[in-house]
């Protein structure tokens, strides 16, 4: 082993160690490497008015829930019985939209409302939070526009709304259909034959997309009850399918699991065979079985749109993309330069508009690794091309003895301007992309005692 080789594999073992004491085995979507502040209106009107001729995504977030599922890592509080919470927040996102000229600005390619729990909304507060949005941001035609909701807190009046704000795609978080599964994760359980009432109460609001949200690697869930709720929504007349990865966050968990590489192998094993029981009922599936999030397709119901009309959470570098993120705890980013992060939390009160947000930017270095290290997580293949395609440099310049380690390992595989991890090192992949991660950002993880693994 030539020295070069020997500092690169002493510096993958430290990241290994690394990566299990952060629990870091995905990739952000971003490294910052600066950070400013501005008021919450003028930073989405930057992210807006981004005249690229890139696609835009909107995500608008509401910060309450009706319960704490103990899986979730995006709650942020409970509404209260009288409905003084939600009366605030639908307040506080319509004095900020006021705040953002309706004019100008580029078209949105696609959009989600999400939270917490958006349907703990009344129908009369749903619909003037979808007019405020409509009254600012004008939608590209095609735009994949999408409503979440929770099966308890779901109504006829509440699809209608919904639909009437522009809204035609619905995403119910069932999770399982297995009592013993749901009671577990702390959540109301929903049997089967009630969520195929409330698909039905959106197609006839003239919903035309409908999605059912199901988890792998929850408390008490086995390969049987994982099959079993597949089998039960792929039956349910909704169009797609989205099967997600609990992600562990508290290192009892992991050991409970009998460690990470276990646990994501033992959760691919159980997406591999619903993957396989939806094939054979005829549906398509995207996505890989060892990744967080796998989407099952009925091709003869879906709706078919170009790639560019598709909400996106992530900037991917072949579409320059970027988010405005709406909300508490809302995160937003033009392209790979800049990311808004609202740290504001529902229980210090509703009001957004003035409210300082982080704007963080990124060095071009930064910036490359986040597309090398997201798109190889994502396609297990990058196209170095198309990441330089918008950058004065190479990616060699910047990850050349990376590079040249990784490939002399076999652990990437060259050909052309691609790059592509070989199937031999695909689960142990999430240990040698850190090699890829800027130094000072790992360091200020490191030192972030509250990221560990607990």
Not at 144 to 159: I, W
Request: proline content about 4%; some cysteine; charged content about 25%.
């Amino acid at each position: 082993m030539s020295a070069h080789d020997h500092v690169m594999a002493h510096r993958l073992g430290d990241l290994r160690e690394l990566t299990k004491s952060l629990n870091l085995h995905t990739p952000p979507a971003y490294f910052a490497s600066a950070k400013t502040m501005l008021p919450y209106e003028e930073a989405l009107v930057l992210l807006r008015d981004d005249d690229s001729g890139r696609p835009l995504s909107l995500y608008l977030g509401i910060p309450l829930c009706v319960e704490h599922c103990n899986f979730c890592m995006y709650f942020y509080g409970l509404a209260d019985r009288a409905g003084s919470k939600a009366e605030a927040c639908v307040a506080g996102i319509e004095a900020l939209l006021r705040k953002i000229d309706s004019t100008a600005g580029r078209p949105v390619a696609g959009s989600y409302i999400g939270g917490g729990t958006p349907t703990v909304l009344t129908a009369a507060q749903i619909e003037r939070l979808l007019t405020a949005v409509n009254d600012v941001f004008v939608f590209e035609p095609g735009a994949q526009r999408t409503f979440e909701m929770s099966p308890g807190t779901m109504s006829e009046d509440k699809a209608r709304a919904i639909v009437a704000g522009g809204y035609h795609r619905v995403s119910f978080g069932v999770q399982s259909f297995v009592h013993a599964v749901v009671k577990a994760a702390g959540r109301t359980f929903t049997p089967a034959d009630e969520a195929r009432a409330l698909i039905r109460y959106c197609r006839n609001a003239g919903a035309t997309e409908i999605n059912i949200d199901l988890m792998v690697g929850l408390a008490e869930e086995t390969d049987e009850s994982v099959q079993d709720s597949v089998a039960q929504a792929l039956t349910s007349e909704c169009t797609t399918i989205s099967v997600y990865r609990y992600r562990p966050a508290r290192g009892s968990e992991v050991r409970s699991r009998g460690g990470i590489d276990r646990y994501v192998a033992t959760c691919a094993a159980r997406v591999a065979r619903l993957a396989d029981l939806a094939t054979r009922h005829g549906w398509e599936v995207e996505g890989r079985a060892d990744g967080e999030h796998v989407r099952l397709i009925d091709p003869s119901t879906s709706v078919r749109r170009s790639e560019r009309n598709y909400y996106e959470t992530r900037f991917r570098p072949q579409l320059g993309n970027s988010l405005a993120g709406i909300g508490s705890g809302a995160r937003s980013f033009q392209r790979d330069h800049r990311f808004v992060y609202c740290a504001h939390k529902s229980r210090e009160g509703f009001d957004l508009a003035g409210r300082l947000v982080e704007v963080q930017d990124c060095d071009l270095p930064s910036r490359v690794a986040a597309a090398l290290v997201n798109e190889l997580f994502r396609e297990w293949t990058v196209d170095l091309a198309a990441i330089e395609q918008d950058v004065d440099v190479t990616v060699r310049d910047l990850f050349g003895a990376e590079l040249a380690f990784l490939l002399g390992e076999g652990v990437l595989v060259e050909e052309d301007s691609w790059l592509t991890v070989a199937p031999d090192h695909r689960t142990d992949w999430m240990y040698y992309e850190k090699l890829l991660y800027p130094s000072d950002w790992l360091a200020r993880r490191s030192a972030s005692r509250h990221l560990r693994a607990r």
